[in-house]
């Protein structure tokens, strides 16, 4: 059992940064690859960004790549998401979770594959 809870959201201008970060409960954290997903109002849960449980790979989706960064702390059992560049279309709840991992190199970007979701934190994007 994996418990997350995520912070680091809030209100920031289009163009500001923040940092989100998923805490995770539990002995066996470097076991799981971890994913961030985000759900506007209205709109379907979106794929953000993955990391393998080693941390050496990673992955993102278009809409967010070369402006967010996905990285991990296995020591600390907590997983990160920097964003930069943000504009009014990331406003969303993010959310967290963690898959069992087939490999070192896992990066999963459907939900399905994962088994243990945060709560989210709320991060909106003013113009």
């Known amino acids: 059992q994996v418990q997350l809870v995520e912070s680091g959201g809030g209100l920031v201008q289009a163009g500001g940064s923040l940092r989100l970060s998923c805490a995770a409960s539990g002995r066996t954290f470097s076991s799981y690859a971890m994913g961030w997903f985000r759900r506007a109002p209205g709109k379907k849960r979106e794929f953000v960004a993955a990391?393998?449980?080693?941390?050496?790979?990673?992955y993102y989706a278009d809409s967010v790549k070369g402006r967010f960064t996905i990285s991990r702390d296995n020591a600390k059992n907590t997983v990160y998401l920097q964003m930069n560049s943000l504009k009014p279309e990331d406003t969303a709840v993010y959310c967290c979770?963690?898959?069992?991992?087939?490999?070192?190199?896992?990066?999963?970007?459907?939900?399905?594959?994962?088994?243990?979701w945060g709560q989210g934190t709320q991060v909106t994007v003013s113009t």
């Open positions: 979770a963690a898959a069992p991992s087939r490999s070192p190199y896992h990066t999963p970007t459907g939900p399905s594959q994962y088994d243990y």
């Open positions: 990391i393998s449980r080693s941390g050496g790979s990673t």
